[in-house]
């Protein structure tokens, strides 16, 4: 392995998942859900393998999904996009972020990250040989220190990259970080890439806002999302990026000699699924929320501090109050003490020194949060 990469060896998720599988402990490490999504949506998938969708489709993804996504665009966010040129499927969010990252940066090049940060980011920037430059959540409300941001800014840097519901810490970033975002990239004239994934799954009140939406930002934005988590398909492997055709051409260009192609009966399926009513789209909403507020109660009647979820599948406790320290050594004695596995949030750091903060994933059936719930309840 080439020696930029050294250090990428081990992966979080597989290393908690064992760990489950082998104390027989409720796995809420991963972010994958139990049960599979809306039935008409995986019925799509099966019709179209029998109606013969099953050679290499199209580079960009087939027309009818393209067409789904550019409406689904247009009906929730105002946003338009080309179908030709403005739009390209992906092996899931995770090849749209990682061509668009090597489509664009030069080895040396800067690119600017929120920490924590998604694991698959950090590698990305690996692979095109630059440099993360990563910037705090701040506070007890983890805010994006905007400030911090525009301050590390430099003469290198190329990208910002924007998760937004955001993983792992559950903050959906308000219009005054978004806007805040946005002026610098404005200013200093940088690309931003997104990573909506969780953009259906808000909690409360809380609204998922596009950084595209907002002015001057649609020309300079690569906007990603996927299928996997809005439908509980996270196997097959479904995202797209929406970007001005230069930059869709780039990520093809990428993508092309990645994967080629993927999924061709699934992205009939997704188009289908993407066309569902809002209603549908309300209650995946409100079925992740309740699956939230069914966990919540048994972290903090086990002495964790919750910290505040407004969306993803993700909340985020603090072990402190318990005299923990090191979030990765709680995470590998949960299992055995309770039965319950999680994944520790200092993973998602470019520096993974001991922090006390516990990943959980609610995006499971309500017995098997409450059960969940039960078990770490005992834990005290
Ligand atoms: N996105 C999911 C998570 O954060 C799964 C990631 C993975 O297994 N690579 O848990």
């Given at each position: ?121 950090w590698?990305?920037?690996?692979m095109?040989g630059?440099?993360?430059?990563a ?41 005054d ?56 398909v ?97 995470c ?6 309770c ?41 005290n």
């Amino acid at each position: 392995l080439v020696p930029r990469l050294r250090g990428f060896g081990s992966n979080i998720f597989a290393e908690m998942s064992a760990l489950a599988t082998a104390e027989g402990a409720i796995n809420l490490g991963q972010g994958f859900p139990d049960t599979d999504g809306p039935a008409e949506v995986l019925e799509a998938a099966v019709d179209a393998i029998h109606e013969g969708h099953n050679q290499y489709p199209p580079v960009r993804g087939i027309p009818v999904l393209r067409e789904a996504i550019a409406t689904h665009q247009r009906n929730r966010y105002g946003l338009t996009w080309d179908l030709e040129t403005e739009i390209v499927v992906t092996a899931g969010a995770n090849e749209a972020m990682t061509a668009t990252i090597l489509a664009t940066c030069e080895s040396g090049d800067e690119v600017l990250l929120i920490e924590p940060a998604f694991d698959s980011y950090w590698v990305a920037i690996a692979m095109a040989g630059a440099k993360p430059v990563a910037v705090p959540l701040t506070g007890p409300d983890q805010r994006v220190d905007v400030e911090r941001l525009a301050a590390s800014v430099t003469d290198r840097t190329r990208l910002i990259i924007v998760n937004s519901p955001h993983n792992p810490s559950g903050r959906v970033f308000d219009a005054d970080e978004l806007e805040g975002i946005a002026t610098i990239a404005r200013e200093r004239d940088l690309l931003v890439v997104t990573d909506e994934v969780y953009e259906h799954l808000t909690f409360d009140d809380a609204v998922h806002l596009p950084i595209a939406t907002l002015p001057g930002m649609r020309e300079r934005t690569i906007s990603i999302s996927s299928a996997g988590k809005t439908f509980s398909v996270t196997g097959w492997k479904i995202g797209w990026a929406c970007a001005p055709a230069p930059l869709v051409q780039a990520v093809q260009t990428v993508k092309q000699f990645m994967t080629f192609v993927n999924g061709a009966p699934f992205q009939y399926a997704i188009a289908r699924g993407l066309l569902l009513p809002p209603e549908r789209f309300e209650q995946i909403r409100a079925d992740l929320q309740r699956g939230r507020d069914l966990l919540v109660p048994g972290l903090q009647a086990a002495g964790l501090q919750v910290l505040p979820s407004q969306g993803t599948y993700f909340v985020t406790a603090d072990i402190s109050p318990l005299g923990e320290t090191d979030g990765h050594e709680f995470c590998r004695s949960l299992p055995r003490r309770c039965g319950v596995a999680a994944v520790p949030s200092q993973v998602f750091y470019a520096d993974p020194y001991p922090r006390p903060l516990v990943r959980f994933a609610v995006c499971k059936q309500p017995e098997v949060l409450a059960e969940a719930a039960d078990r770490l309840a005992g834990l005290n």
